[in-house]
C-alpha cells in the first residue's frame, strides 16, 4: 500500500491542475485504508474507490470523452453513479444528473439540451430510456444491471478496459464542474452551471458551518440530482474524507436501522422526511450514535423541530440555500432556539440581503421586518443557465443572485423565507405568503 500510495502521490502533484475530482485523490493518499463508501453490504476504501474512479475515467476518455464533453446519469443512488461523476470530472468533463422522476419526454429534453454524448442509466429506469432511446442523438449507452441489451455496454464491462491511473488533464478552478437541471416554478428545465471553485467552496461552507468531521459517517438516502445531497453532503465528506453510507432512496425503517448498525453521526432530512422519523417508535433503534442533523427546503413545525433537537446533541440547523448558490444562509437552532423557523444569517463567505420587490437595486435594502426579495453574493454563484443568456443576465446581476424568493429580516439580520415572489397571494392590497398561512395552520389545535 505504501507503493500505491507514493504512486498516487506522483500523480497528483503532476496534475496540471487542481479541481473538484481531484479531492478524491486527495482523500486516497491521506487515508488509504479509511472506510469511504458503503453500499447493500459492499464497502470500499478510499484507496479501493479511487482506483476504480481512475479506472472509469480511463475507459470514458477511451470512448471518446474530453475536456468539456457532457455524460448524463439517470439512475437512483448507486455506487456506480457516483463513480461515473469523479471519473468524468476527472476528465474535465461535465457529469449531467438527471431527475428519476421525470416523465420520458422531459429526460429526452435535458439530454439532448445539454448535449449528452452518452447516457449512463441502470435496469430500474429501463422502460423511460428505452420509450426514448431511438430519438436520442447520443454515441454510447451505459448500462447498470445484469442483463444489457445488443446495444448498450454493461458498466462493470465497460471500467473493466480502464487503467488505474490518475488522468493528466488540464481542469482548471473556473471549468464547468456540473450541471444540474432544475424546474424551478414554471417553464422547462434550466440547466445550472457551476463551476469547480464554486463546488469545492460549496463544499467546505457546509463543513464548516455544520462541523463535519473526518470521523463522521453519514447516511445518503436523498436523490444525488439534487445539492442537498450531493453537493452540500456527499461533495465535503468525500473532501474531508469521511464514511459516506448510500441508499437507493428513502426508508424511514432503512434509515433508522442503518443509524444503529452503521453508527451514523450526522443525518440530514427534508422536512416530510423528519416528521416521519419523530413519527416513529424510536424506542425500537439505538440512536445514540447521531449527534448532527439539518434539513432545508420547507416550513418545519416548532414542535417537530424540538423533537429533532433532541435527537442531535452537537447540532440541529436550518440550511437555506439553492442549485445556483448552495447554502446561503444557516441556522443552527442548539445555539439560538428562539430563532426556531429563521433561516438564519449569512453562511461562511457568502453575503444576504433582502431588497425591495419591486426593485433591482442591491442597496435597496429592505427594513427590519418589511418583506422584500432574497439576493446573495460569494464565491459559490453558479455561472450560468446553459444556452439560456437571457435568463442568466436576469437572475445574475452585478455579481448577485436574485433568488426570486421572498424574505425578511428581523432586528438581528435573522431571515425567513416566506415562500417564491410569484406565489404571493394579494387580498385587501396587502401581500399575503403561503408560509404565513401554513405557520397558522400548524398552530391550529385541529391541525396534527
Known sequence: MLAQSTLIFHELIQSPAMNLAATMTQSALKWPHKTALVFEGRRWTYGQWNSWVNQAASAFAQSGVVKGDRVAF??????????????????GAIPVP?????????????????????????????????AIKDQLKIEKLIYIGAKSQADEIRFDDFVA????????????????????????????PKGVVRSHLAE??????????????????????????????????????IQIGGTNVLTRGFD?????????????????????????????????????????????????????TRKCMALFPDYFGNIYGSTEALAVTVCDYRRRPEKLGSV??????????????????????????????????GPTLFTEYWGLPDKTAETLRNGWYFSGDAAVADSEGFITVMGRMDHTIKSGGENIHPSEIENILFEHPGVA
Request: hydrophobic fraction near 40%; include cysteine.
Open 161 to 188: 478496459a480502464g487503467q488505474d491511473q490518475e488522468p493528466q488533464v488540464q481542469v482548471g478552478w473556473h471549468d464547468p464542474a456540473l450541471i444540474m437541471y432544475t424546474s424551478g416554478t414554471t417553464g422547462r
Open 252 to 304: 424511514v425503517h432503512e434509515t433508522l436501522s442503518l443509524v444503529e448498525a452503521e453508527r451514523i453521526t450526522v443525518l440530514h432530512g427534508v422536512p416530510t422526511q423528519m416528521v416521519m422519523l419523530v413519527a416513529t417508535d424510536l424506542s425500537q433503534y439505538d440512536l445514540s450514535s447521531l449527534r448532527c442533523g439539518f434539513y432545508g427546503g420547507q416550513t418545519l413545525a416548532d414542535d417537530v
Open 74 to 91: 439517470f439512475t437512483y443512488n448507486l455506487p456506480e453513479q457516483i463513480t461515473g461523476f469523479y471519473a468524468v470530472m476527472k476528465l
Open 98 to 130: 438527471i431527475n428519476y422522476r421525470l416523465a420520458p419526454n422531459e429526460v429526452k429534453y435535458i439530454i439532448e439540451d445539454c448535449g449528452a454524448k452518452m447516457l449512463v442509466f441502470e435496469e430500474t429506469l429501463r422502460d423511460p430510456v428505452m
Open 200 to 237: 469545492i467552496v460549496g463544499s467546505m461552507t457546509m463543513a464548516v458551518e455544520v462541523g463535519f468531521r473526518h470521523e463522521d459517517v453519514i447516511l445518503h438516502n436523498k436523490p444525488l440530482f439534487h445539492i442537498a445531497q450531493f453537493h452540500l453532503q456527499l461533495m465535503p465528506f
Open 344 to 377: 438564519g444569517q449569512a453562511a461562511v463567505n457568502m453575503e444576504v440581503r433582502v431588497i425591495r420587490n419591486d426593485s433591482v437595486d442591491p442597496n435597496q435594502v429592505c427594513s427590519a421586518g418589511e418583506i422584500g426579495q432574497l439576493i446573495a453574493r
